[in-house]
């Protein structure tokens, strides 16, 4: 068991609290004017993946798959249940975020890299091999402001793929890119999972998802609707609510 | 125990570039660079020597060296509090899509603080030849109210950074803040002419703790007593002490807030 998530729920805040300042707090809580509301985000998810799978998260807009993601990658705490990981994770959460403008191709190479846990000698042996899959070998010294986000995307995913992690997550990472990238990176990614790595993708392409994945996991409004490697039959049900043959 | 070794390692790897990345970022766009953090107290230091002299600084010697250690403290502090302050908030983008640990960021902002600061240091003790100072072994003993600084600025940054999350007004009311604590920290004048009591008031605003130090050290060539040592401590550990609580405590609410 590589990972595995019992009865995971994530409580999520909105409201009046942001971007206020201490004046217009107190102000507020004066006049009964200042509402916290909280939802799940995530209510009850369970699965567990072996080595070697590659589980494909749908849903639609809202599910709260990234909420999830962020839990499993350990970046938010699960208000209830609990994640179990074994190994290094490399979430690929939002491209090209994390990245800084002002610095260089290479700077954010290294810094990326040591954000995902990386040491300088594992960098150093694996930088060349980065850049080359990027195909960015004449942008080097460019800072990353200036790269297009194709570019962009294409240095985030080979950061995270060539550094092979035992949990590779992706999110919406395989859409971007012109077509020749994307053979390239899916190419890449049936390596990666051949590897033995885990692989957790979450793709609005159900055709993608039917074709690369190996277990599907189906959200609604944060509650898990299906979870197995049925994937065709899954993926079938999905379509046929998305097409609203039947509400949940 | 070597997955812990691993970690500290790569934190070590992550933390040096943060480190460089924060250092690149700030000299990226002055031609002076480096220089200009070193020449603002200068200049600061300038204008008060020419400006006060005639008002507080008659009839007491090495005014200069007074007026030094009082700038070279606060300048430091309020370098590394202001600036710190914003320090987990810029790096929203990348705490919220990647675990690290979140004090890095505090860290890095403070190593680069600590870097300005030993330049001046050196800058000090120049003038503290022009100004016919005596170098004596006692100097070493600075080490320990620099430490003190240092650890007072971490715990003041977390404070200040976690709460910068919350509410984004702190930073105009830190900024008014230091300025008043720049006029109670004696750094121009000096308390003599206040009572007893008024003088133990001073003795609350460790800012104004650090200043002393230095001054008996460098000016008095005197070591404070082991109270005065205590005293300091006591302040960095406990302001150290609610930054880290701080942050154990929101480590994973910051997410709702940025």
Not at chain 2, 11 to 22: A, C, P, T
Request: proline fraction near 2%; charged fraction near 20%.
């Amino acid at each position: 068991m590589i990972l595995e998530l019992h009865d995971v729920a994530v409580r999520y805040i909105t409201g009046d609290f942001k971007e206020i300042g201490i004046k217009e707090y107190v102000m507020r809580k004066l006049k009964h004017n200042y509402t916290v509301r909280e939802f799940w985000a995530v209510d009850g998810v369970s699965f567990s993946l072996e080595r070697g799978d590659m589980l494909g998260i749908i849903g639609t807009n809202g599910a709260g798959k990234s909420t999830l993601l962020k839990a499993v990658s350990g970046i938010m705490e699960p208000t209830k249940g609990w994640v179990k990981r074994q190994g290094t994770i490399a979430a690929l959460l939002e491209l090209g975020s994390g990245f800084d403008g002002d610095l260089t191709v290479k700077e954010n190479t290294y810094l990326r890299g040591a954000m995902l846990g990386y040491t300088r000698k594992f960098m150093d042996e694996t930088y060349r091999d980065i850049i080359g899959f990027a195909e960015l070998e004449e942008h080097e010294d460019r800072p990353f402001k200036q790269l297009s986000s194709g570019m962009k995307s294409r240095l985030a995913f080979s950061i995270a793929s060539l550094v092979r992690p035992d949990i590779l997550i992706l999110d919406e990472v395989l859409s971007v890119g012109d077509g020749a990238f994307r053979q390239k990176s899916e190419n890449k990614m049936r390596e990666i999972i051949e590897g033995g790595a885990t692989t957790i993708l979450v793709s609005h392409s159900l055709q993608q998802v039917r074709e690369m994945c190996s277990k599907i996991l189906w959200l609604h409004k944060g509650r898990q609707i299906e979870f197995g490697p049925d994937v065709d039959g899954i993926c079938d049900r999905y379509q046929d609510f998305l097409n609203g043959k039947f509400k949940l | 125990m070597k997955s812990i070794f691993n970690k500290i390692n790569s934190y070590h790897f992550l933390f040096g570039e943060l480190v460089k990345r924060d250092f690149k970022k700030k000299y990226k766009r002055t031609t002076l660079g480096m220089a200009w953090s070193v020449l603002s107290p200068l200049l600061m230091l300038l204008v008060m020597r020419m400006v006060f002299t005639q008002f507080f600084g008659r009839g007491m010697d090495h005014y200069t060296t007074y007026l030094f250690c009082g700038n070279l403290v606060f300048s430091c502090f309020n370098e590394s509090t202001t600036q710190g302050m914003t320090s987990l908030m810029g790096n929203a983008a990348i705490f919220s899509k990647v675990n690290v640990p979140k004090y890095l960021f505090l860290f890095s902002k403070n190593v680069q603080t600590l870097i300005n600061f030993g330049l001046t240091l050196c800058v000090f003790f120049v003038f503290c030849i022009l100004d016919g100072i005596t170098f004596t072994w006692k100097f070493i003993l600075l080490l320990y109210p620099i430490s003190c600084l240092v650890l007072f600025n971490i715990g003041v940054g977390l404070i200040l950074s976690a709460l910068f999350v919350f509410f984004r007004d702190i930073q105009y009311l830190w900024g008014i803040f230091t300025q008043l604590l720049m006029y109670m920290s004696a750094i121009f004048y000096t308390i003599d002419r206040y009572s007893h009591t008024v003088q133990h008031l001073f003795l609350l605003n460790p800012v104004y703790l650090f200043i002393r130090y230095f001054r008996k050290i460098v000016i008095e060539a005197t070591i404070p007593t082991v109270w005065f040592h205590l005293l300091m401590g006591a302040d960095a550990l406990i302001m150290l002490g609610i930054g880290c609580w701080m942050y154990k405590k929101y480590n994973h609410r910051f997410l709702y807030y940025v």
